[in-house]
């Protein structure tokens, strides 16, 4: 997923940590986009989080 992104332009490398998106882009799953910034596979579901609590912990939140 990186290696699209970098090659569309949509993500470049500022150093060899570090890359930036040059433009907006839509995931079709919250792992891809984990797995794009993290360079490898990656449950965004897990990963992703937002005050705290990731997706998953927002999600069984809403169901109750």
């Not at 799953?29 to 910034?37: D, E």
């Given at each position: 997923?990186?290696?699209?992104?970098?090659?569309?332009?949509?993500?470049?490398?500022?150093?060899?940590?570090?890359?930036?998106f040059t433009d907006d882009y839509i995931?079709n799953s919250p792992s891809y986009a984990?797995?794009?910034?993290?360079?490898?596979?990656?449950?965004?579901?897990?990963?992703?989080?937002?005050?705290?609590?990731?997706?998953?912990?927002?999600?069984?939140?809403?169901?109750?």
């Amino acid at each position: 997923m990186r290696k699209l992104l970098l090659s569309s332009g949509v993500l470049r490398k500022i150093n060899n940590d570090l890359y930036e998106f040059t433009d907006d882009y839509i995931f079709n799953s919250p792992s891809y986009a984990a797995a794009a910034i993290a360079g490898g596979t990656e449950n965004g579901r897990r990963q992703w989080k937002y005050n705290g609590k990731n997706l998953n912990d927002m999600e069984l939140e809403e169901l109750q």
